[in-house]
């Protein structure tokens, strides 16, 4: 019997599901089709989809053998880089459709606050290969998908506070989500709490950590899973999921997929404790290597890009 999951009302009014299986370097061939069927089997409603994870295919043919009715499903992709000027928009969204076989999304995001040439379409670009397209200009374009229909719900993605604060005055549809690195090591308290009162949703991507982020490995919140007999990552996952946050875990296990669907409920001390960590690393910055992207993640050392 598939888990039934909880939604989160987006500002629009739409529903989406606040677990979420993610798709980013899930690449190897076959491995993901079968990934996506027995997460659905298992209950996930909610895909999280990228144009640049190059994997949309193989994702659309397993949304396309599924007996689950398309309107019980949500999916989310992302338009690059390379298409944020405005009449390169339409047409991306046409390819990420084709790729994924469907006829609409239910929420299409903005994947980075900045631009790269059109002739770029690899996530290894250098500095010269950036370029000013006003944020709106992308958006606009973005707000007129959903005025035709081939999109439920617009958002962002890696979007600091200082851009939203500039931006959200200037929309006429502000956005229903803002997907974020957000784990116990990379908390974004300011952040969440800004969005959070603006009515724009959290996502949260790498909530688990990963790589060489190894929340898993913590002391505290493998005692705190010890002591609720689960996994550290249903602790990651509980403790940001109790502060409103959809999460897009991942995994091709199928004991991992079912684990990351059984949340726990922590105690307010235990909440609040792992508020109080100490650790702050980020998996995801750009800057590491173009310092001309510094201002992504840290508003108060560089300047906010063309609005």
């Known amino acids: 019997m598939p888990m039934t999951i909880k939604n989160i009302k ?37 895909i999280d989809c990228a144009k640049i994870y190059n994997n949309q295919r193989e994702i659309g043919k397993a949304l396309k053998e599924t007996s689950v009715p398309r309107k019980e499903l949500f999916i989310t992709s992302k338009i690059f880089q390379n298409k944020h000027r405005p009449e390169l928009v339409p047409g991306a969204v046409d390819e990420i459709l084709d790729e994924l ?55 962002v993605s890696n979007f600091n506070k200082t851009i939203l604060e500039k931006m959200i005055p200037q929309c006429r549809i502000v956005p229903a989500t803002n997907q974020v690195e957000v784990h116990p090591y ?7 709490t800004y969005c959070q009162s603006k009515g724009i949703a959290i996502t949260g991507y790498c909530p688990l950590g990963g790589g060489k982020i190894n929340v898993m490995n913590d002391d505290f919140i493998k005692r705190i899973a010890e002591a609720h007999g689960c996994t550290p990552a249903q602790v990651s996952l509980s403790w940001l999921l109790a502060r409103g946050i959809i999460v897009i875990p991942k995994s091709n296990h199928e004991t991992r997929l079912k684990q990351n669907l059984r949340t726990v409920t922590l105690t307010s001390d235990e909440l609040r404790m792992i508020g109080h960590i100490k650790t702050h690393e980020r998996k995801v910055d750009p800057s590491r290597d173009i310092e001309k992207l510094k201002w992504v993640f840290h508003e108060d050392e560089a300047k906010c890009p063309v609005i």
């Open 101 to 155: 076989q469907l006829e609409y999304l239910d929420l299409l995001l903005m994947h980075w606050p900045y631009a790269l040439r059109p002739e770029q379409d690899s996530a290894d670009f250098t500095a010269e290969e950036v370029e000013d397209v006003p944020i709106m200009d992308t958006w606009k374009a973005m707000e007129a998908l959903v005025d035709s229909g081939k999109v439920r719900a617009i958002g």
């Open 186 to 192: 990379n908390q974004e308290r300011e952040l969440v």
């Open 10 to 46: 987006l500002n629009n009014g739409v529903l989406m599901p606040e677990i979420g299986l993610g798709t980013w370097k899930a690449d190897r061939t076959g491995v993901l089709e079968q990934t996506v069927k027995t997460a659905i089997d298992l209950g996930y409603r909610h």
